[in-house]
C-alpha cells in the first residue's frame, strides 16, 4: 500500500500558497474568460505590490545529449526563486500542461510547478512536484 500523502507533506508549502493567494485576488476581481497574458500582467502587480519575489519568462535552455538545443524554453513565471509558475486561461487543465511543467522543473532545477486555470468559473489548480 502506498504511503498516505497529506497536503501539509508538500514541499514549499507556504510558498505555493502565497502564490495560490494572489490567484484567488486575482480571479476574484478579473473573473474568468480573459486571454492568459492579462492573468500574467495582473500577477505581475500581485507579486509587486505584495513583496514576492519573481521572475517573469524566466529563460531556461535545453541539453540532449550534452549539448544545448538552440530553442529555449520560457517559464510563465520563476517564484520565490523556487517555484514555477504557468498560467492557462482554457477549458481546462490538460495532460499537455503537466507535462510541459514537469519538464519545465526538469530543466530549472526547481522541485514545484503550479498550473493555475482562469479559463473557468472557478480557479483550478494544479500543485506538481518532482
Given at each position: 500500500m502506498?504511503?498516505?500523502?497529506?497536503?501539509?507533506d508538500?514541499?514549499?508549502r507556504e510558498e505555493t500558497d502565497v502564490i495560490i493567494g494572489r490567484a484567488?485576488?486575482?480571479?476574484?476581481?478579473?473573473?474568468?474568460?480573459?486571454?492568459?497574458?492579462?492573468?500574467k500582467d495582473a500577477f505581475e502587480i500581485e507579486f509587486?505590490?505584495?513583496d514576492i519575489?519573481?521572475?517573469r519568462e524566466r529563460e531556461y535552455v535545453v541539453t540532449y545529449k550534452g549539448r544545448i538545443l538552440k530553442h529555449k524554453f520560457?517559464?510563465?513565471?520563476?517564484?520565490?526563486?523556487?517555484v514555477i509558475l504557468e498560467v492557462k486561461a482554457k477549458n481546462s487543465?490538460?495532460?499537455?500542461?503537466?507535462?510541459?511543467?514537469?519538464?519545465?522543473l526538469?530543466?530549472?532545477?526547481?522541485?514545484?510547478?503550479?498550473?493555475?486555470?482562469?479559463?473557468?468559473?472557478?480557479?483550478e489548480i494544479k500543485r506538481v512536484v518532482f
Open positions: 502506498a504511503p498516505e500523502i497529506r497536503i501539509d508538500f514541499p514549499l484567488y485576488e486575482i480571479h476574484r476581481l478579473l473573473g474568468f474568460g480573459f486571454a492568459e497574458i492579462v492573468y509587486e505590490d505584495n519575489p519573481f521572475r520560457h517559464a510563465d513565471f520563476v517564484v520565490f526563486d523556487s487543465i490538460a495532460d499537455e500542461d503537466y507535462a510541459q511543467t514537469i519538464n519545465y526538469k530543466c530549472s532545477g526547481c522541485k514545484v510547478g503550479l498550473i493555475l486555470n482562469f479559463g473557468r468559473e472557478r480557479l
